[in-house]
């Protein structure tokens, strides 16, 4: 069965356990805006184990596919309105910037709707897109690229967004001047080395710690035995010590197994694939030889 998972992306988490947090006072300056009433894309992220208060905003989003199992992905863009507050609806239009889009219209996205509304009352609201899982985006980045079009009622407030000074606690480089009228979203489908991952290459390229070098192979045999899925080594709190042990000894009893067996594991290079504990080691860029 198909599965389809829903980001927030207003406030977002990169390590794929994404949280929305609802704002109503979030305007560039943090003194009363003065100005033409107008919109904005308001998309914040940042490092798991920071204030997400002080995450600064992007014009631009990346969605890691490799970091979730499903076939496809609705995120919700934030954009937000200067100004003060009317009892009514305000109706402004997106639409996709082809100067910015690499991505193909139901290959990696599904069509957006183009209408939608600052809801009465509220200084914000949530634009849904639909991401697809394409076979080509393993090894190529795809991009769609949004613009906010203005109205006579809802201009574009900031068209010369300036980084905030304190709001530094992002996961990726802080962009120092952007268009807050258009925002591009990044699409992938490849492993990266996550955050906490217990091993690494010493002298001589060979491989140490209780995991070695990082592989997408390795990183799939672990999550695939060891029933656990990428997200997870994203922080300390779903990979505590407790289970970066456990994994090294499951993990190294397996490959020892499958080794004793005939059925050796091996890396892309054609080396013995690493774990700490099992009897050989292993030289990154060095085929084993039987």
């Known amino acids: 069965m198909k599965k389809t998972k829903i980001f927030s992306i207003g406030y977002f ?14 305007d560039k300056d943090l003194t009363p805006y003065q100005g033409k009433e107008g919109i904005y894309f308001a998309v914040q992220y940042g490092a798991w184990n920071r204030n997400e208060s002080v995450w600064p905003y992007y014009n631009y989003s990346t969605i890691p596919f490799s970091k979730v199992s499903v076939a496809d992905t609705t995120i919700l863009l934030k954009v937000m309105v200067t100004g003060k507050l009317y009892d009514f609806d305000r109706p402004f239009t997106v639409e996709i910037n082809p100067d910015s889009t690499t991505a193909i219209l139901n290959t990696h996205f599904k069509p957006l709707a183009t209408t939608f509304n600052i809801p009465a009352n509220s200084n914000f609201t949530y634009i849904p897109i639909t991401l ?9 980045m795809k991009q769609i690229g ?15 967004w300036d980084a905030i000074p304190g709001y530094d606690k992002g996961s990726d480089p802080i962009v120092n001047e952007f268009d807050a009228s258009l925002h591009s979203i990044r699409i992938t489908d490849w492993m990266v080395k996550p955050a906490i991952w217990s091993g690494s290459v010493g002298a001589n390229h060979l491989e140490i710690g209780n995991w070695g070098e990082f592989s997408e192979d390795k990183m799939e045999l672990i999550c695939q035995v060891m029933n656990l899925n990428y997200s997870q080594f994203e922080n300390t709190d779903t990979m505590p010590l407790a289970l970066i042990i456990l994994i090294t000894r499951e993990m190294s009893a397996y490959l020892q197994r499958k080794y004793n067996e005939g059925q050796p594991i091996l890396e892309k290079d054609g080396r013995l694939m690493f774990i700490s504990g099992v009897t050989w080691t292993s030289y990154v860029g060095i085929p084993w030889k039987k």
């Open 146 to 160: 949004l613009r906010l079009v203005p109205n006579d009622k809802l201009a574009l407030s900031f068209p010369e």
């Open 13 to 26: 988490y990169l390590s794929m356990v994404w949280i929305s947090t609802v704002l109503v006072s979030c």
């Open 132 to 140: 697809l899982r394409a076979a080509d985006i393993k090894t190529e």
